[in-house]
């Protein structure tokens, strides 16, 4: 009962969440720049005009693509938030990840083309430090299932630092963040246009918007679980963690340069083994 | 304009200008003038724009490109003429090449005369275009419902 609760839940308030954290980074990023910003609430007047635009359809099997991306992204949130496996819900993820791909391939538009291989190329980047967090996950507890994790008496991040410094670095690349904003090129620099989601426009770009949201309180909530422990008082350290870790994405967004793929790779690679390996020989040595 | 419930996203196009309203444009934009307090996006994408920001006047050579970017924009949409060489064609109405204002090619709403049009003319002007765009999407909405009526008779 509980845990269809926490389902129902995920699904009814995730868009809400996604959509004010949203409003509140543009909010954030404005006064980082010294402006004002646009009202928090923005992002859904945003998907709101976009659902009543008049639909212009570039390739059908694009929406074909789409609604994959959604439901697959909902499912991964909600088995997490059910408690259950982890490993599986990164191969979800990942599953709703290559539909993105196809949905902006089809239209066969030079920029959402471009955009699309630059996704992969993204998707290969961040994807081993994704699977260490899954083991990490697995030697710290000895279980792969999130209610058990999160039932624990342990909080996981005294025993996996390095896991999680890992997953905050590839949470740059999920969020589509600078310096690896390659596949959408987000803000003003427009060399691919819109990049992956040029040929998305009124309900399939609103489609992929709140799709986002679902996937960042997703997201959020992986961060989350390297604190919460049986106490219930570490749910409000998870919170406050997370928000440190949103206000982090966000001034690293502001204050960095968009990077080359090929360096991507190298420093994402380098970087996320180094520390999640280290991390993970330690615990092995430890056992 | 505090708590609008707006959210214009801009296409701005650069037909022969001497870039000088581009600038200003991109003026717009920045922390002195900050037109996204209003929900003002630069997106490069003419099938996620709502208003059509058009500098320059048109010349033979982009006149199919203007016409093209006007035609790739769902409805609702407003195109706003940004000074004067958008206008009427300004200094280089004359020249063998330029056709006129970007209205002889596409239809134009909202005109902001000027040379170089200024930051805050221009925010007006697009603030007028939101005015504009707020009840083309009504008439939108109204026509998609007339549509929706008509095919269940059918």
Redesign the interface.
Known sequence: MNMILRVVLYIVLAPIIGGLLEGIDRKISARMQRRVGPPILQPFYDVKKLFKKQVIIVSRSQTFGLIPYFFLMVLTGAMFFAGMDILMCFFVMSTAATALYFAAMVTSSPYATIGANRELIQMMAYEPAVLLTCVGFYLAEGTFNVSEIAASDRTDILFMPGFFVAFVFILTIKMRKSPFDTSTSHHMHQELVKGLTTEMGARNLAIFQVTEWYENVFLMGVVGLYLVNSNPMSIIWAIICIMAVYFLEILIDNTSARMKWQDMMKITWIFTLFTAGVNLLVLMLVK | MA?V???P?LLHYDGSSCNGCDIEVLAS?T?VY?A????VM????P??A?IFLITGGVNTQNKDTVKQLYD?M???KVVVAVGVCACTGGIFKDCYNILGGADTVIPVDIYVPGCAARPQAIIDGIVQAVELFEQR?KE??EMVRNQKKGSEVA
């Open positions: 708590n419930k707006r959210s996203w934009l922390p900050d996204e307090r209003f929900g630069n997106t490069g994408d099938m996620q709502d790739q769902p409805r609702p999407s939108h909405d």
